[in-house]
């Protein structure tokens, strides 16, 4: 299991910043005190989560670890490490592109995109989803993006799956955690294809949709893309690079 770092947050880092500076000696000091008088500046990321957080999208605290994980209680299907750093490897992915998503959408819904990049968040949108705004969607998406920063359960990896062609699951009494099962076509992805899936999954664990219409197979984006998973496995593909 990972543990992620806490996002340093303006006000955690004052005190700290100040005590190294006092060790300092008096000439340093002197140089160093001039830019310690601003706050540091909010990073894109830092401001997106105390706008979920202020505007009451996020429920649960960010960036901690899960508080429990219901696939323990199961008879554990052991990974090798070949297949943990796949699966570790793919969601580090997973969170780059699913940050990188949600804050182009951002910044898109805030006006402050380019033309080009305009263009790229509606267009990835519309590839993706039907008529819902871009608003609602990146609201969803930033939701996974901060459920993505936990730390994952200890993963399943089983050796047959009830289907065989199936990749990954996100059994339904495992929803709102990081638990996840891998099935043997999974470590045969390319790192692109296994991240995919892991927020495919990400997306039935953490918003509780079901829809398994496939971009490969069949009408998409479908009528209910909201409620699809692969719809913001696909979007994050497309807006996370
Ligand atoms: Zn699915």
Request: glycine share 4%; with cysteine; charged share 20%.
């Amino acid at each position: 299991m990972r543990i992620f770092a806490p996002i340093p947050k303006a006000a955690q880092q004052a005190p700290s910043a100040r005590s190294s500076i006092s060790r300092l000696a008096p000439s340093r000091r002197l140089l160093q005190r001039q830019p310690q008088t601003e706050p540091p500046a909010k990073t894109p990321l830092e401001s997106f989560t105390e706008t979920m957080e202020a505007e009451g999208r996020v429920s649960i605290p960010v960036q901690e670890a899960d508080p429990n994980c219901p696939c323990n209680q199961f008879a554990p299907a052991p990974c090798t490490t070949l297949q943990r750093d796949k699966i570790n490897a793919a969601h580090t992915l997973a969170q780059q592109r699913l940050w990188r998503a949600t804050m182009r959408m951002w910044e898109h819904v805030h006006g402050r995109s380019s033309p080009a990049e305009s263009t790229r968040v509606t267009t990835a949108l519309r590839a993706n989803f039907r008529s819902e705004s871009v608003k609602r969607v990146a609201e969803r998406m930033g939701t996974l993006a901060i459920r993505s920063k936990n730390a994952l359960c200890e993963p399943h990896c089983t050796p047959t799956c009830q289907d065989p062609k199936h990749v990954a699951y996100a059994p339904r009494p495992w929803r709102n955690s990081q638990c996840y099962e891998f099935c043997p076509p999974f470590f045969t992805k390319g790192p692109s294809e296994a991240t995919r899936i892991l927020i495919h999954e990400m997306a039935h664990s953490w918003l509780g949709v079901g829809g398994e219409q496939y971009k490969w197979k069949g009408e998409y984006p479908p009528i209910d893309s909201l409620l699809n998973a692969d719809s913001y496995a696909w979007l994050a593909h497309d807006l996370g690079q």
